[in-house]
């Protein structure tokens, strides 16, 4: 979540409108415990109602990502995050942690 409205993913997961009308985010989506997905209530799913996408491409040094425009503001106690446009912001030896959704299935983490 990087603005109320509109969040960042992997450009290569929207090709088309068609794409992102048939998508849809949905937050809260994790397990609470071994085989216990926590509850989703219908103020976690937000529909995507417009995109921009930027694939990667070594000629042009473009990197792989999309803006996605979700059809209301984000509610809950969910900030957007600031997004650093400077590579010089991060260094080779930062310790990040990530979280995706790969394939639709609940959220997995990754901790460095």
């Known amino acids: 979540l990087i603005a109320p409205n509109l ?3 992997a450009g290569h997961c ?20 071994d085989g216990v997905l926590a509850d989703v209530t219908a103020d976690s799913v937000y529909k995507c109602v417009d995109f921009i996408r930027e694939l990667y491409d070594d000629a042009s040094g473009k990197r792989d990502y999309a803006v996605i425009r979700l059809d209301r503001d984000v509610v809950g106690d969910r900030e957007p995050v600031e997004v650093s446009t400077s590579a010089s912001d991060v260094s080779v030896d930062d310790l990040y942690d990530m979280i995706g959704f790969p394939s639709g299935l609940p959220a997995k983490i990754l901790s460095n």
């Not at 794409?19 to 415990?33: G, H, I, N, P, Q």
């Open 14 to 33: 929207l090709e088309t409108n068609l794409d992102c009308m048939a998508m849809r985010l949905v937050f809260d989506y994790y397990y609470t415990s």
């Open 7 to 9: 969040v960042v993913t």
